[in-house]
Each structure stands twice: as C-alpha cells, then as structure tokens.
C-alpha cells in the first residue's frame, strides 16, 4: 500500500516515541509484508522464526523489538510492539471510512467479465475485478479489492473479503489490525453458501483454481489454498495456514493458524489439525459416538490416561519387563 | 414486558386449569425473568435449581409446579408444565407479527448516532438504537429493540436479535416461547461476517466493551460476554451462559449453556466446555490429528478405557500395589 | 426431470464412447434417482450397495460401471464413470443460466398463501411455494422450486435450496454434479438465522413437519430429517443421511453422510456420528474439558491407547491371568 508522503524513520520513532537502529534518514512511502517486501517499504517484524525473511529483503527499513534488534542489519524502529506501530502508520495514511465502507448501491470501478449472473440483492464493493461467467447469488456480499475469476460460482449469503481476525493488544486492550489486503479467488472455484473468506492483512488471502467449498467455512486472513482442493461444510481454517493441491477435507474440521498442510492430504471430518502435515495419506483425531452411558466412563478416565500410561511403564520396570 | 391489562392469578388458573396457592387475587401487570424482576410481574420457576432468586424478589406472583410450590411463599399459579402457561400469556399480549416482524424497507423509530456508515443492504428493525461511529456491512440484520454502542464494527451477513432456540414441550410436541428480550452491544464491540446473536427470551443478550468476535460464531440467548474477550470464528456458545472479561476463546469451541467461566479464561480451539470454569488459566479438549491407520485403533479403544482402567486397578489391588 | 427429447442408450454410448448392454434402442426422456425411479427415465448405478434398488425398478435404463454391470438385466450404458455421464445428459437438456439462477427482483410462479410476513430484503427463486402464515426475516434465500409448508419461520440469513456439495472427479479434476432437486419443508417448522439447507441432487431434501433447527445449521443435499426432532445451532449433516422423529441434535455436532437414525435418538453437544443409530437412546462422543498442562499429556497418550492396551492383554496372557 502506497502512503500519503515519503516518512524517514526518525519522523516515527519521534512521533510515537521509539528507538532508531541504523541510518536515521531510511525513508520508506509504502508499507509492505515480510514475505512480499517491496521497495522503499517499510514492514515489522516481532516474532524470530520470521528472521530469515529479512535475508534478501527489499524493505527499506523495519519496525521490530529491542530483542529482534540485535540481528538485524536494515534500519530499525525500535519499539515493544512493532505491530501497533505499524499498523498506526496505516491508519495515518487511510481514511477508513472510505477504505474499507461501501455503499452497495452504488459501487465504483467494478469490472464484469461476459456472461456473469450477478443477482439484485448481491453486495459488490469498490474496484472488485469479476471474471467472465461468474455467477453469484443473492445476499452475497464481496469487499472492496476482490478479484474473482472465471466461471466462479458463489451461492447465497457469502461474504468474500471480510476484515480478518487480526487483534493486538496495547495496554491490555484489543486493538483491531487494519486489513489492506484482499482476497483473490481463481478459476472454476464454487463456494457454497453463507461461507466467509477473510481479506489479507496486507497481501491477498488466495483460493486458487478448481477449489471447491462447501457451506459456512470460515477461510481466515492469509490463508492460501491450492489447486483443486475440496473443503466440506463448517470447517475453519485459522489465519496464515498453507493448504496445498488436491487434499480433501472433512465437514466440521478446525485447522490451526500458521501451518502447512502439502498436496493429497486427506482430513477425516471433525479432525483437530493442530500442526504442519508434510506427508500425503489420510489423517483424522477425536472419538466417535458412543451411548452416553459408556462415554461418560470412558472420557472421565481419559483424564486419568497419562498417569495410568506412567503406572504400567513403572510397573514393567519393577518386573523387568520391556 | 407491560401486558395489555392487569390479571389476576385466579383469572389465568380458571382460563389454564391451573391450582392456586396463596392470595387469589394477587395480580400483575408484567411478565418479568426471575433474575430481573419487575413490581407487579409474574415470571415462572421450573428448576429448584433457581429457588433462591425468589428470596427479595420484586414479583407479584409466580408459575410453578407442585413440586416446587411447597417452597415458595409469594402467590402462585400451579401446573405441570409453568413455561409453557407463561408463554401463553405472551402471546396473549402481543401481536407478534406486529412485534417481531419488521419491514426492512421501513424500519420505524431507529435511532442513528453521529457518523454511522451503514450499508444499502442492511435490515433494520423497529426501535433499534446505534451510536456513534458504527460501520455496518451489506446484508446484515439487526432485530427490533436492539441497541448498538459505539464504534462497533458488524461485517456483513451477520444477524442481531434473531430469535433464541427456545422450546418446550407441551403434550410431545416442540412449542416455540416467545423471544421478547434483546441484545445490547457494548461500545467498542467488532462482530464478524455471518455470526449470530440471538435476543434474549426476556432481559437481554450481552456483548460488553471492547469484545471482539469472528466470523460465523453463534450466540445463544441470554448470553452475557464480559468487557475485551476475543471469540474466534465458528465457536457457538449456548443459552444464558456467562463468559467473563479478558477471555479468548479458540476457534470451533463449543461452550455449554447455563454454566459460567470466569475472567482471564484461554479456551484453545475446538474444546467442548461441559462445565463451569472458575479458576482462570487455559484449558483444552479433544485429541490432535494422526494418521487414519494409527487413529482408528486408538479411537476403538477409547470405548474399552474404562474396562482398562478398572483392570488395571484390580491387577494392583491383587498384587497389592498402591 | 423431464428431457428435452427422448434418447436411446445408443445414441448416448455413441456421443460418450461408452459400451452397451441389453436392448440397443432402450429409451427414456427423463432422468430419476434410483429410490424414486420413473418410467421411461434413465439413472446411473455405482455402488454395489444400492443394487437393490434395481429390483422391480421403473427405470428404462441404466448407467452403470463394467464390474456392476454382469449383474444388472435392464438395458445398460456402461462406463468408468457413471455419475459423470448422468450429469453430462443432465447439463445437455438445461440452460443452467435460466434453471439455476434467479433475480430476486422478479420471481416468477412464486405462489404465496394467506397471512405472509415476507421482509423487502428476502430473494425467492422462480416457482417458490410457501404455505399460509409463513414469516421470513430479511437476507433471506430462497432458491427456485423449493416449498414451504405452513406456519414456517425461517431467520434472517438463511438459504434454502443452495446446490449440495456434489462433486466428481473426471481426469483428476472435480467436476460439479448439477443439482435439479429441491427443498420440501414441512408445517410448523422453524429454522434460525444464517443456516443453510441445500436442494437434493434430483429428487427432494426433506424437513419434516415441527422440525426445530437452530443457527448456523448445515443441512446436505438429499438428508431428510423426520417430524418434531430438534437441532440445536452448529451442528452439520452430511449428505443423504435421514434422521428419525424426536430426536434432539446437541449444538455443534457433525452427522456423517448416508447414515440413517431411529426415531427418539439424543446426541449430545459437539458428537462426532461416524455409523448409524438404530437403538432410540443417549449418544456422546469426544472428551470434556480440562487444564492445558495435563490436557497436553492426556492427549499425547491417546496416540499410545492401542498399544498400551495391547500391551495390558499381552501381560495378563503371560501371567495366566483372564
């Protein structure tokens, strides 16, 4: 995203009462991800396992934390939360309310491809790009930014490109991240209805071609899914997640923030994915239904499993057992 | 709720076939929630659980059954089943396709604050309330006498005030109980796109300050969300529980009605909260994703864990173990 | 569904490259499902377990693979993929732009009874039947052909009549089955906000008189739910599955598809149903709450359940124990 003016760090660190590391006039006029750094940009970085991104980076400059610091040859805003710095630079250079509000009524700078079936009650924000032979129906609402490709179909009720979930907290208090980025959406997708697709932070959250999802997902902020994957009624899938091509997963399943999940990977419905799966084959979690009687039994003692699992380890060490 | 008249209780037990207990021509003007209650209302108590809100209490005159009648003091109306006899007088009362329906086209008495954005698609009821600042997004719908703080945030496709799933039984069959409460948002609150919070069956719903709430989460009646909890998307939190402050709750949970959790609770993702939580701290549920091939004879013996443990403890008790 | 012509099986297999069995000049001019078949209609056959369907079938023909096929004796188009041939004979005889979709500002056919509250913002499809004393808050939609019994209450933000998730794959690629059901829903039902119920791939998804449904509900394509069960919110069933009377549904649970439950069943919140139910009773699955730090180890052991137990048998097999 572009900003207002060109800023030089020191203009920051003053303004908001950071630290600076490194040449103090580093200017930057745009903000960018670590991941998708541009130039004359400026990112944050808090967390270390995103370190090596910096290698190669074409940030200007960045804003991390006093630890981070020391490892990091760029020029720096030095703060303990460099998120909320960031994100206060992109409140200064958005006016919001005309960022991210828009009237259904009257959307501007939308492209339709040939062929589309858009329905009277659909919801279309500002600069949304549609590609041909798309249909999308009623009470269907797509956020400023979208892009939509070819011959997509969006059942009823859908929201595409909604803010993500995306909170810090600053003194204690929830403070909501603004979400620049969109949600871009390939060719032959179908997505089912009153399904919710979360915009990017900053970049694009991406479903990419042949996708197939059924009703009330939630696709969270940043999450990338591969070619031809199908995904079942009621799952969630939590911010960042990488999902490759071809996988199949299961109705009612949650997927954690910030893993991967390689191609042909298959999900049993219901399944808790808590980690990265790097192997293809099939992959489920939970119990399944039992008469309330024996379930009662069986999961009150499933509190008691780690101690009884140590008791039998214990019991064969006293009798020489392996 | 004011009723159309003022009744007397031997008025309702001659027009029910209900019993009496204590002064005939006690009266009352209102209906009222046991937990809230108004001079010259009458409410209904179906669980002893309840008994002791009737100590102090401002009612008239209450609905209850024989059981429970031995224990009260307060003029009553005796029958078997006394929320189906409350409902009854409800319904009396209103016209419902007057008090619940609205014609979003023209919504009557709805009071905006300064600078609200809200979208061409969105349906307003009757005498809803908004303040200052809000954003709403397209497709949204806020039931009648709802009330809406401050720089709230409500993303498309959600719905506030629908009615809760509230049902008795009444010779077998599922009667629906008139939903008259609402839900007040507090100030400061984002809800995400396509959730839902149902309207109280008579108080009212509760989202404090500075609560921040997903994507496709469902709220039940009677909820009450205390100041700066985050709920991650796909949760569903059932009837007339109550969360505490600074909570987060994971994604996919499901949280049981009627029961309480204190502040400063971490509920991880897809955890079945069951009971009451008063110890602040964070809490889980379930078992994580594996292999199908693993899994599938983990999860048989799961059924046999019960069998296993009491074993395993007659195999100590025999060898004389501790 | 009634085809534009009538066709032989030749002239299929010719078009297709598909083999033939039985008379060559077989025809039909419509197509059914194999549990309601139609005279002079074709269906498609590949699963071994619906075999019985064909006995004193109505069907003209059938679809079929070659390992099906030695056991069939009506006249048979014979391919890998019947499913896939079945939808192309389906897509050739609709115009999908005027079958599937419609605008909501102009329905067409829609028959409406007596005493309606229909909100400005609702969408109803093209030959639409709702019943007498229907309400329908705003943003709802409802999809061509669908029916609507008496007394229905259907919350905001719903969506009836959305196609079912059906897909196919042809050359490693999903393709989408159309969908030319619909959704029956019966007397006195209620459904609650943002739930979805998606039309049967042919013949009819079915709600049954005094069904309860509570928010955020899936609802596959082709389930059929029986009369007075109630479903609390959250909760998803799966394709073809058919649930009895009189159960209840715990919020949050997941329903397999093509499973079928008896009357007066009672699942528990957040249950995991892999199989049938056939025993009215009380179901549960899954494992409660608990602190982090022993859910951590608890958790990690259910990994090592089969070989702990297996473990448990073999020692008591050594000691003589049974």
Redesign the interface.
């Known amino acids: 995203m572009k900003l207002n003016k060109k800023y030089s760090i020191k203009e920051i660190a003053d303004l908001y009462d950071c630290q600076l590391a490194g040449n103090h006039a580093a200017s930057f006029d745009s903000v960018s991800s670590l991941i998708n750094s541009k130039p004359n940009s400026i990112s944050f970085l808090s967390d270390s396992s995103h370190m090596k991104l910096l290698d190669n980076t074409n940030l200007s400059c960045v804003i991390t934390t006093p630890e981070l610091s020391t490892n990091i040859s760029i020029p720096m805003i030095i703060t303990d939360n460099p998120q909320f710095i960031f994100s206060k630079i992109i409140r200064e250079n958005i006016d919001f ?1 005309e960022y ?6 009257k959307n501007t700078n939308v492209t339709k491809g040939d ?1 589309c ?1 858009i ?3 659909v ?1 279309i924000g500002d600069n949304v790009k549609i590609g041909n032979n798309v ?1 999308i ?5 797509i ?1 400023n930014n979208c892009e939509i490709g070819d011959r997509v ?1 969006i ?5 595409i490109g ?2 993500g ?1 995306g ?1 810090i907290k600053q003194n ?3 403070i ?1 991240i603004p979400h620049i980025g969109n949600v871009v959406i390939g060719n032959d997708v ?1 997505i ?3 399904t ?1 697709i ?1 915009r990017a932070t900053i970049d694009s959250t991406v479903i990419s071609d ?1 996708v ?1 999802i ?3 997902v ?1 696709i ?1 902020h940043n999450v990338q899914i591969g070619k ?1 994957t ?1 995904i ?3 799952v ?1 899938i ?1 911010g960042s997640t990488i999902i490759g091509g ?1 996988c199949t997963i299961g ?2 399943s ?1 997927i ?1 923030g910030h893993i991967e999940i390689c191609d042909n990977v298959h ?9 990265s ?1 790097n192997k293809p ?26 101690a ?2 140590r ?2 380890k214990n ?2 060490n006293k009798t020489g ?1 392996v």
Request: proline content about 2%.
């Open positions: 309310k991210c509000f828009f009237d259904a009524s062929s079936l329905s009277a009650n919801a249909t129906y009623p009470n269907t609402t956020y179909i059942h009823a009720g859908s929201v909604s803010d979930f909170l204690n208090v929830w909501k179908e089912g209805a009153n919710t979360d042949n197939k059924d009703n009330l939630h969270a031809n199908a079942a009624a009621c969630g939590a071809n109705g009612g949650g954690n999900i049993h419905g219901m399944t808790m994915v808590t980690k799966i084959g099939m992959y489920a979690s939970g119990t399944t239904v039992e008469p309330v009687s024996s379930w009662r039994k069986n999961q009150a003692r499933f509190k008691e499993l780690d009884l699992a008791n039998i019991e064969k057992d």
